[in-house]
Nanobody, 123 residues
Framework: QVQLRESGPGLVKPSQTLSLTCTVSGVSITTSNFYWSWIRQPPGKGLEWIGALAYSGSTYNNPTLMSRTSMSGDTSKNQFFLYLSSVTPEDTAMYYC???????????????WGEGTLVTVSS
């Protein structure tokens, strides 16, 4: 049973860094061919992919956000993290973590998602 759960502060002040944790159970984040992604959805808007941490430790970023995005993992706790710096109210969104399954020859998609956590950027 693969499960993901987001956690972190629900309120962040403008100019500060948004920090989130995704705790994974049922599979190791170091398992080959899995990529651990962050996605967000501002109120009333569509989904936006932020980036992903690969099983190897490599990171992949949405170019729109990459200058403000940092991702890392803690294999001992089976967690991965998102840091989004210099936030503004436009960063207010539901933030999700999800698993990407990619074999190297076929992209299976994001097969497991956390339920999401709302982060509000406001002073």
């Amino acid at each position: 049973q693969v499960q993901l759960r987001e956690s972190g502060p629900g309120l962040v002040k403008p100019s500060q860094t948004l920090s989130l944790t995704c705790t994974v159970s049922g599979v190791s984040i170091t398992t080959s061919n899995f990529y651990w992604s962050w996605i967000r959805q501002p109120p009333g808007k569509g989904l936006e992919w932020i980036g992903a941490l690969a099983y190897s430790g490599s990171t992949y970023n949405n170019p729109t956000l990459m200058s403000r995005t940092s991702m890392s993992g803690d294999t001992s706790k089976n967690q991965f993290f998102l840091y989004l710096s210099s936030v503004t109210p436009e960063d207010t969104a539901m933030y999700y973590c999800a698993r990407v399954s990619y074999s190297g020859t076929y992209y299976y998609g994001m097969d497991y998602w956390g339920e999401g956590t709302l982060v509000t950027v406001s002073s």
